[in-house]
Every structure is written in structure tokens, then in C-alpha cells.
């Protein structure tokens, strides 16, 4: 079964910090997407990774940067979190190109900002 | 504007029952839909995926169909069980430059014994 793990289920932080959310997968998918969701509104694709060290910017990447360091690691950084940046994260991977593959989720990381 | 709707936004059902979920889009050119179940506290998994030639699509109790004359979905869930009870996401899949997908709201499902 492919197993995509982030490095917290609940974090909690202030106005200004930077924040680091982890995720792994570890089947050696060549993809990887960090979304947030927030209710009422459909998962939103925040950064996408094809590669190591490859990155493409989703539909909402202002106020964030990603890293993809290793293949089954990619991380989301807020580089000053805000109030507006309270959501649920969600990592995933697929195997392939971003075209349709399935995609395996994360259990997700609930942010608040204070 | 591509969009993807759904309805309805909650439903609480008995157990042993049926129920329909409806997803509406707007996206174009379209390549592909998935309908995906995410529980509480857990990320989406994927339950069944159709492409444009394809019009109905099962998974166990869970039935999807696809027009894409009119861009509806739907996905039927026979005799219902209280793990039923999750979020079910429609996802929209087209070509633009690029493969993209749109996530729908979600309905929320609320499986009561």
C-alpha cells in the first residue's frame, strides 16, 4: 500500500513565524501536490513537484515555497505565516505526470495561525 | 470558467438506504473524472475514475456514472453503512496548456443507524 505520511497532524503557530510542513511517501512516486482545503471551497493546489528538485506553481502559491530535496520528500514552507494561511494541508503523490494518475493522499496537517 | 459544483452540500440518510451525489462542471477539454471518499480526519482516497468514453463505473456499493453531453455526474451508493458516512469529492480533470484538475466542494454524508 502506498503510505504518504506528514510530520503533523495539528500544529499551531503565531503571526510571522516560518513554518515547515513535511510530507513522505514511499513509493517512489516521481510526483508530489501540497493542496490546502478549506470548507466550502474544493481542494486547492498550492505547489506541484514532477521531479527532485523540480517544482510548478498550482493555482494559489503566493505566500509559500516548497522544497523537494529527495524523491519522497517535499516540503511546504510558509515563510512568514498569516491568520489567512489557517487550513487543512494536504500532501500527495502519484506515480506519473500530473495528467489524471490517481493521486494518494496524506492524513493532512490542520494549521492555525494565531 | 471551469468550475465543478456539487449537490447536495450535506445529506443525512438511514442506514440500509440509497443516495445519489450530483456534480455539475464546466471544465473544457475534459479528460478524465474522479469521485474520491475522504473520511474524517483522513485524506481523500480514490473510489472510481471515467474518461470521456465511459458512462458508468462501479466500485462495490459505490456506482458512478458520467454524461458528457450535459458535464453531470453522479455517484450512487447502495445500502448504505455508517462508514459510508464521509466527505465524497469530485474531481475534474482537463488539458490546457498542461493536464490541470479542479476539486468540487464536496458532499458531506451523514450515515445514520
Known amino acids: 500500500d502506498v503510505k504518504v505520511t506528514q510530520s503533523s497532524r495539528y500544529l499551531v503557530k503565531r503571526t510571522g513565524e516560518k513554518v515547515f510542513l513535511e510530507c513522505v511517501q514511499d513509493m517512489d512516486h516521481e510526483n508530489m501536490f501540497w493542496y490546502r482545503q478549506d470548507p466550502g471551497l474544493g481542494l486547492r493546489l498550492i505547489y506541484f513537484?514532477?521531479?527532485?528538485?523540480?517544482?510548478e506553481k498550482g493555482d494559489i502559491p503566493e505566500g509559500y515555497s516548497v522544497s523537494r530535496e529527495k524523491k519522497e520528500r517535499f516540503s511546504l514552507i510558509l515563510e512568514s505565516a498569516s491568520t489567512n494561511q489557517t487550513s487543512m494541508y494536504l500532501c500527495?503523490?502519484?506515480?506519473?505526470?500530473?495528467?489524471?494518475?490517481?493521486?494518494?493522499f496524506g492524513p493532512g496537517t490542520r494549521l492555525t495561525v494565531l | 470558467k471551469n468550475q465543478v459544483e456539487q449537490s447536495p452540500q450535506s445529506l443525512i440518510i438511514l442506514e440500509g438506504k440509497n443516495c445519489t451525489l450530483q456534480?455539475?462542471?464546466?471544465?473544457?477539454?475534459?479528460?478524465?473524472l474522479r469521485w474520491y471518499k475522504q473520511d474524517t480526519g483522513r485524506g481523500p482516497v480514490s473510489l472510481t475514475i471515467?474518461?470521456?468514453?465511459?458512462n458508468t463505473k462501479s466500485n462495490g456499493r459505490y456506482t458512478a456514472t458520467l454524461d458528457a453531453d450535459t458535464k453531470q455526474s453522479s455517484l450512487h451508493i447502495t445500502a448504505s453503512q455508517l462508514s459510508d458516512s464521509a466527505s465524497y469529492i469530485c474531481v475534474v480533470g482537463f488539458n490546457t496548456g498542461g493536464f490541470k484538475t479542479i476539486f468540487g466542494a464536496g458532499t458531506r454524508l451523514f450515515v445514520k443507524a
Open positions: 513537484s514532477y521531479d527532485v528538485k523540480m517544482k
Open positions: 471515467m474518461t470521456f468514453s465511459e
Open positions: 500527495a503523490s502519484s506515480l506519473r505526470g500530473h495528467r489524471g494518475d490517481e493521486q494518494f
Open positions: 456534480c455539475n462542471y464546466t471544465v473544457s477539454p475534459f479528460s478524465n
